[in-house]
């Protein structure tokens, strides 16, 4: 699994373990998803304001979110269509609000270790096509995550 972490906030002074933190997380979700050795995932860490940009573009929500997922496999109608060699497994695009991972990890009472590894895990999903706008669909996916987050020893 190849992983690129790109911090591109300048709010908070940027600290090594998130990193291994966000790799590690997206690589315990390609085990247990089985995900071939070839794909690859991008996870870039912004500001709320920024965030708050893509959100609004994409989505039509003018107001920050914790984390969005660009897929490789859905493309809006503008988009020229991209069809990647077949040595290349491309899932896509995963935006973290830092700010978000802080006032989120201080309001859910748990760790900012945790609070990282689960918008991680959360976007991993939705790059696999996992989704939670209909009860069926968020009981499958919240029961993945708190899978994938016991399996990192991150439990509520």
Known sequence: ?????VNQQTSYKWDKKWESLIRKAVNQVAKLRKLPANTEVNVVVVDSRYIQELNYLYRGVDQPTDVLSFSMSETREEEPYYDPPETENVLGDIVICIDKVLSQAQEYGHSVEREW??????????????????E???????????????????KR
């Open 117 to 134: 590894a689960y918008l991680t895990v959360h976007g991993m999903l939705h790059l696999l096509g996992y989704d939670h706008e209909e």
């Open 1 to 5: 699994m190849r992983v690129a972490v």
């Open 136 to 154: 069926g669909e968020r009981t499958l996916m919240r029961s993945l995550e708190e899978k994938i987050m016991d399996s990192l020893g991150l």
